[in-house]
């Protein structure tokens, strides 16, 4: 029953650095989503995938890039980070239609 | 590009009291999504509405979806402190996307 896992659950980055946030589901779905979440906001949308070699930017995809080689696999990589990626990030994965289950969330701290 | 908007954002109210949170969003879609958070933790699924018209019901909850004045309602029926968290709604654009409102921040007093 593991669901959705996101790693690491913490993180401090300093700036400039990279790192790749992991996000694996084992329920076979096809819709996989990042979200990063601000303090005291609603989700953003960055990047989503509808199937494995299909990915599309979603509201806030500027400084981050995706990848989604499997279907149980969908990393979501900072490149040079700032201070404003300071948040929490949230992968969520879905069959078309049905509710979208979470993960844990990554809590990310741009020094 | 779908909006979603909801109100209102912050919410305190009184336990037993009854009150309707509301979710509007700018263009046609027909599958809308509630969720709650607990401070600190992720989000956890309340209610899949499919259709116009479309009415759910779990315990103190209950939401509906009105797909042509794109509209979809939460409904909070003798609030008890244990529902105090943030609610979200959601909504599934044409092209997949999943976009969310920014939130109602329920505090119910005891």
């Known amino acids: 029953n593991a669901g959705v896992t996101q790693t690491p659950k913490f993180r401090i980055l300093k700036i400039g650095q990279s790192m790749t946030l992991q996000c694996a589901q084992d329920?076979?779905?096809?819709?996989m989503y990042w979200y990063r979440q601000d303090p005291g906001m609603g989700l953003k949308l960055i990047y989503y995938?509808?199937?494995?070699?299909?990915?599309d930017k979603g509201e806030v995809p500027n400084g981050y890039n995706v990848s989604r080689s499997t279907t149980e696999d969908f990393p979501l990589r900072l490149e040079l980070a700032a201070p404003s990626q300071t948040s929490v990030y949230f992968c969520?994965?879905?069959?078309?239609?049905?509710?979208?289950?979470f993960g844990q969330g990554t809590r990310l701290t741009v020094v | 590009e779908l909006k979603v908007e909801q109100n209102p954002l912050f919410l305190s109210m009184q336990e037993g009291k009854n009150y309707t949170i509301y979710c509007n969003y700018s263009?046609?879609?027909?599958?809308l999504y509630w969720y709650r958070q607990d401070p600190g933790k992720s989000l956890e699924s309340l209610f899949v509405?499919?259709?116009?018209?479309a009415v759910k019901q779990e315990g103190r909850l209950m939401a509906s979806l009105d797909t042509k004045a794109r509209l979809s309602t939460l409904h909070i029926t003798a609030a008890v402190h244990d529902l105090s968290a943030t609610y979200f709604c959601?909504?599934?654009?044409?092209?997949?996307?999943?976009?969310f409102g920014k939130g109602t921040r329920l505090h119910i007093l005891p």
């Open positions: 329920m076979n779905h096809n819709y």
């Open positions: 263009t046609t879609s027909d599958r």
């Open positions: 995938s509808v199937g494995a070699g299909i990915t």
């Open positions: 969520a994965s879905q069959t078309l239609g049905a509710e979208a289950f």
């Open positions: 509405l499919l259709s116009n018209g």
């Open positions: 959601a909504v599934d654009s044409t092209d997949d996307k999943i976009i």
